[in-house]
Structure formats: C-alpha cells, structure tokens
C-alpha cells in the first residue's frame, strides 16, 4: 500500500510540474483531430456535390427525352385549321358550294391540314376599323371535331368578306389535349397573313 501510495504521489507531482506542457499536448491533438473531421467533412461535401451534379444531370437528360418523346407524340396527332383558299383568284380565295338546298351560295371554308384531329373547334371572324361600328362583322362559330384533311363550311358567306379587311382567330385541342390556335388576317377575301402555334390565351 505505502508503494502505491508513492506512485500516485510521483504521478502527481508529474502532472504538477509538467501541467503546461500536457495542455499544450492536449490542445494539439485536439487540433489534429479537428483538422482531420474538418479535411473528412470537404471531403464528403465535395463527393455530395459531385453526385448531386450528377443526378441533376441524368434528370436533366430523362426531362429532355422525355419532352422530345412527347412532341414527337404529339406531331403524330397535331391539328392545324386553316381557311381554303386560292390566292390567284381573288374571288375563289375562301369559296366552298353547299348543297343545292342552300341555293349555292359560296361560302367561306375551315380546313384541317394536320396530322390529327381537332377537338371542340371554336372560330370567329371581326372587322377591322369598320366605319360603321355598329353594323361591324362579328361571326363567331364553333364545330366539336374536324377530322385530318377535313373541310367544313362554315354560315358564313363569302360575300360578307368583300371590301372588309377582317381577324380570323380559331382556337381548338390535339387528342392529348394541347391546345392550339390560328390567327388570319384577310383582306377583301384575300388572306395576307396568318400564324399557327399553341394557344397562349384559350378561349373557353
């Protein structure tokens, strides 16, 4: 016991006289092993960051493939209504004959040149700068459906459309539900303009 007793004596007078130098010790590998978990922490950002650029990047990929897959689809069933028309001839530029029954009247023609169909089909022709605003010429229709390289007459007759300069606006859907629209601009029964495109503001 009076050994023991002795040693624990030496221990601490060890520590006693060498107290500064076992902190100082202590607050190096205290150091040390903060360098090391702060080295092992970049080290782990780093591989995290790298993957995350990575997933990011494969789903940036199947995002891409996935959206050309699906215009692909929807070029296969896309529609597009336009007005028939024969620009040499101002007269037979929008004329379509109905039925005997309806006396022969011309009248102006939808045409579907798309691929697909075109659902719930809604169109309307207004004047431009009337100068009588009060009898100006708002004929708004609509169809459910027009089938690919279909045409249909509308109730409109071509003679409405001489010396007018007229906006035809026609919005309608794909199969899939997309949206679309055709704006004209025709002047005296002669179209000038016109775009195709989907619908930015659908008409409901």
């Known amino acids: 016991m009076p050994q023991v007793l002795l040693v624990v004596e030496a221990i601490v007078r060890f520590l006693d006289q060498h107290s500064l130098g076992i902190q100082g010790f202590a607050a190096l590998i205290?150091?040390?092993?903060?360098?090391?978990l702060a080295w092992a922490t970049w080290r782990y950002a780093g591989h995290?960051?790298?993957?995350?650029?990575?997933?990011?990047?494969?789903?940036s990929l199947g995002q891409r493939q996935l959206a050309a897959a699906i215009e692909q689809s929807e070029a296969l069933?896309?529609?597009s209504i336009t007005i028939k028309a024969a620009p040499r001839h101002a007269e037979e530029v929008i004329v379509e004959r109905r039925a005997a029954a309806v006396a022969q009247t011309p009248t102006v023609v939808l045409l579907n040149l798309g691929s697909g169909p075109a659902l719930n089909v809604s169109y309307q022709f207004d004047e431009v700068d009337p100068s009588d605003k009060a009898h100006a010429l708002k004929h708004p229709e609509s169809v459910p459906y027009v089938e690919p390289r279909q045409e249909w007459a509308t109730r409109l007759s071509l003679s409405s459309l001489s010396n007018r300069t007229l906006e035809f606006r026609a919005n309608y859907e794909s199969l899939s539900g997309t949206e679309y629209e055709t704006r004209m601009r025709i002047e005296s029964g002669v179209i000038v303009s016109s775009s195709f495109g989907?619908?930015?503001?659908p008409e409901k």
Do not use: E, F, M, N
């Open 30 to 36: 205290t150091l040390l092993l903060t360098a090391i």
């Open 48 to 59: 995290t960051k790298r993957a995350l650029r990575l997933s990011q990047g494969q789903l």
């Open 77 to 79: 069933q896309k529609p």
């Open 198 to 201: 989907r619908s930015s503001a």
